[in-house]
């Protein structure tokens, strides 16, 4: 059974630091290209970035590029989100999500797992 697990959620000021895990169970991360999502109370689903399956190839919306760094760790078949310079506007549930696609996906339809989020809040 595949599994997705966030953590490191939180409520923090703007200009504050905060990283997400994302722990995998299941499925090997070297096989599968991974992505951050994000939903805004009211809003779609957003997608943030994602990591190539080698986790050497990155890919960021521009709202969140040059301050959140997605990295991961093959061997602890986890995935990281380091996300600096928060702003309120960066308030949402975030996602990990994995996809067998070997292309840089955004479009969360193709993703095929999913975890169940973890809250952060950005307080200004």
């Known amino acids: 059974q595949v599994q997705l697990a966030e953590s490191g959620g939180g409520l923090v000021q703007a200009g504050a630091s905060l990283r997400l895990s994302c722990v995998v169970s299941?499925?090997?991360?070297?096989?599968?290209?991974m992505g951050w999502f994000r939903q805004a109370p009211g809003k779609e689903r957003e997608f943030v970035g994602s990591?190539?399956?080698?986790?050497?190839?990155?890919y960021y919306t521009d709202s969140v590029k040059g301050r959140f760094t997605i990295s991961k760790d093959n061997a602890k078949n986890t995935m990281y989100l380091q996300m600096n310079s928060l702003k309120p506007e960066d308030t949402a549930v975030y996602y990990c999500?994995?996809?067998?696609?070997?292309?840089?996906?955004?479009?969360?339809?193709?993703?095929?797992?999913w975890g169940q989020g973890t809250q952060v809040t950005v307080s200004s």
């Open positions: 999500a994995a996809t067998g696609s070997w292309s840089t996906v955004v479009a969360g339809s193709r993703y095929e797992h």
């Open positions: 990591v190539r399956r080698s986790g050497g190839s990155t």
């Open positions: 299941g499925l090997t991360l070297s096989r599968y290209n």
